[in-house]
């Protein structure tokens, strides 16, 4: 994860207030289908700057927030500093220094692509209980729509980090199968559960807060910028973009 995260750096900010929440159907999933209770301890690992991380803080009566980059780490602490039930730990998914199988679950929300390696899977089954739960949660976008496509050659253009095998993955249900026990294993798929409408600011600011997106010192980011408001206006309808996302959640006991 370390090539990756200190691409954040200055982005953490943009970061925190423009990216989407998660759907009800996260938590509820956690409480009715694993039947976790306020009492069972989790981490959430690569928790940015906490959106998930107070979900989780809102039920759970202790959550450990494992962040490797120092800015992410200074916005999650800023948005949770009401929430006195979480330990805050500045470490990479690989080497969380957690204690050795003190976990009912582990989670990861919008980030597993950056960690998912043999180190990070040997660290978590290290940190899990025996039947401890490794949770994986993404919002996907709907790569079909006209709005996404537009917007993608926009990032094509000007992004030369952009891939999109990498940054747009279309989540399938046997995308990280491989790393579950076969009887553990579970899907959950939420259709546009989680679907918002974005004003421009937002809009943009979601986009330039992506790792992969050009900076303002680049000579091309005025460019870049009309070019994303162009895509804005094109699809807004009574000043907002219609912003389809989908709730994926991958779980079970590590192989």
Do not use: W
């Not at 579970?186 to 330039?208: A, K, V, W």
């Amino acid at each position: 994860m370390n090539k990756f995260y200190k691409l954040f750096n200055d982005k953490a900010k943009l970061y925190a207030t423009s990216r989407p929440g998660y759907s009800a159907h996260v938590l509820e999933y956690l409480k009715k289908d694993l039947e976790f209770t306020s009492a069972v301890k989790g981490a959430d690992i690569g928790c940015g700057t906490g959106q998930l991380t107070q979900i989780l803080a809102q039920y759970f009566n202790f959550i450990y927030a494992i962040e490797p980059n120092s800015y992410m780490m200074e916005e999650c602490k800023k948005y949770l500093h009401n929430y006195k039930n979480i330990s805050y730990i500045q470490q990479s998914a690989e080497n969380t220094k957690i204690e050795e199988k003190s976990l009912d679950y582990a989670i990861t929300a919008q980030a597993f692509h950056l960690f998912h390696n043999a180190e990070t899977l040997k660290e978590l089954k290290r940190i899990l209980k025996p039947n401890g739960y490794f949770i994986i949660i993404y919002n996907m976008k709907n790569h079909f729509s006209d709005l996404f496509i537009k917007n993608e050659k926009v990032l094509l253009k000007y992004c030369p980090l952009y891939n999109r095998d990498f940054h747009a993955t279309e989540f399938q249900k046997d995308s990280f199968r491989d790393c579950f026990t076969e009887e553990s294993y579970q899907y959950h798929y939420f259709q546009n559960d989680n679907t918002e409408y974005l004003d421009s600011e937002t809009f943009i600011n979601r986009t330039l807060s992506a790792s992969y997106a050009i900076q303002k010192d680049n000579p091309c980011f005025s460019d870049f910028t009309d070019e994303l408001y162009s895509v804005f206006e094109e699809f807004s309808v009574n000043h907002k973009v219609k912003m389809e996302l989908s709730t994926v959640i991958y779980s079970g006991h590590l192989r």
